[in-house]
């Protein structure tokens, strides 16, 4: 079970961090990701962890601003959003693929297990 949490309501250039808490003993064994959605757009891929956290990957939107870490020890996957634009206002899912994830991020349909999201807004 994933359960995201951290969002809310913030102004442009403002940083939110979220957390994604994992229930189950098998997190570590399992790459996380970020994805978001904004009302009538498609689901969006926003970033990617590897199941040890060496290996991450974000979407084109999101490189340099934004940051996704994981504890394992705390069953804790972080996406800190730094210099937030208005564009980035969507829903925020966390997701958990079983593969490694050391050889890029997986398609969005391989996901294997998916969050509520939590709702970020960036006001301009």
């Known amino acids: 079970q994933l359960q995201a949490f951290g969002g809310g309501l913030v102004q442009a250039g403002g940083s939110l961090r979220l957390s994604c808490a994992a229930s189950g003993r098998a997190f570590m064994t399992y790459s996380m990701g970020w994805f978001r959605q904004a009302p009538g757009k498609e689901r969006e891929f926003v970033a990617h962890i590897s199941y040890s956290g060496q290996h991450t990957y974000y979407g084109d939107s999101v490189k340099g601003r934004f940051t996704i870490s994981r504890d394992n020890s705390k069953n804790v996957v972080d996406l800190q959003m730094n210099s937030l634009k208005p564009d980035d206002t969507a829903v925020y899912l966390c997701?958990?693929?079983?593969?490694?994830?050391?050889?890029?991020?997986?398609?969005?349909?391989?996901?294997?297990?998916w969050g509520q999201g939590t709702q970020v807004t960036v006001s301009s």
């Open positions: 997701a958990a693929d079983r593969s490694l994830g050391i050889n890029g991020p997986p398609g969005i349909d391989e996901y294997a297990y």
